[in-house]
T-cell receptor, first 113, second 115 residues
Framework: GDSVTQMEGPVTLSEEAFLTINCTYTATGYPSLFWYVQYPGEGLQLLLKATKADDKGSNKGFEATYRKETTSFHLEKGSVQVSDSAVYFCALSEDTGFQKLVFGTGTRLLVSP | EAQVTQNPRYLITVTGKKLTVTCSQNMNHEYMSWYRQDPGLGLRQIYYSMNVEVTDKGDVPEGYKVSRKEKRNFPLILESPSPNQTSLYFC??????????????FGPGTRLLVL
């Protein structure tokens, strides 16, 4: 079945540091890829997405590129802020999966001043 | 404001006492879904609904029931809760059931503790 693998956390960074959170996937078809973010005490919200190979999703300074050849969708940000502290989930959905999201285990990011 | 609401946000109960967690969306979304979030496992789908009166099992449906009598509401029912259903539950919705790359909108979560 489909699966998503994310790097273990927590990831601890100082403000203005560069962020990478790795995500790789296994899928039977040609999935869409997502990053969702969960701030403390809140539900998940979409951060960015990409629906085809080589597409780059971007939002709030975060970026991720759909790499079909390496089955990856790594999340990056050039300069993190304290307000970016949250849990980040990589996820996929198949075309035939009726919107079912398959999530990774989540990566907690802690940014200190 | 477009949103998905869940109630209650926190619930402590005892084994075997039936409970319902409500979910409502005001965006006229066709698709709704329930997930549970557990440490080290991410989110897993419990049930989903493609439209009114159309529901189906997700990956972890055992011990849960759902219904979709109205488009906006999708309650999750635990007929006889057990401690292994202690978890954080999220309701989600999206505009269509088959659109590629559809964004799903999540509720704020319901934290359930079953003693």
């Amino acid at each position: 079945g489909d699966s998503v693998t994310q790097m273990e956390g927590p990831v601890t960074l100082s403000e203005e540091a560069f962020l990478t959170i790795n995500c790789t996937y296994t899928a039977t078809g040609y999935p869409s890829l997502f990053w969702y973010v969960q701030y403390p005490g809140e539900g998940l919200q979409l951060l960015l997405k990409a629906t085809k190979a080589d597409d780059k999703g971007s939002n709030k300074g975060f970026e991720a590129t759909y790499r079909k050849e390496t089955t990856s969708f790594h999340l990056e940000k050039g300069s993190v802020q304290v307000s970016d502290s949250a849990v980040y989930f990589c996820a996929l959905s198949e075309d035939t999966g009726f919107q079912k999201l398959v999530f990774g285990t989540g990566t907690r990011l802690l940014v200190s001043p | 404001e477009a949103q998905v609401t869940q109630n209650p946000r926190y619930l402590i109960t005892v084994t075997g006492k039936k409970l319902t967690v409500t979910c409502s969306q005001n965006m006229n979304h066709e698709y709704m879904s329930w997930y549970r979030q557990d440490p080290g496992l991410g989110l897993r789908q419990i049930y989903y609904s493609m439209n009114v009166e159309v529901t189906d099992k997700g990956d972890v449906p055992e011990g849960y029931k759902v219904s979709r009598k109205e488009k906006r509401n999708f309650p999750l029912i635990l007929e006889s809760p057990s401690p292994n259903q202690t978890s954080l539950y999220f309701c989600a919705s999206s505009l269509t059931r088959t659109g590629r790359g559809e964004t799903q909108y999540f509720g704020p979560g319901t934290r359930l503790l079953v003693l």
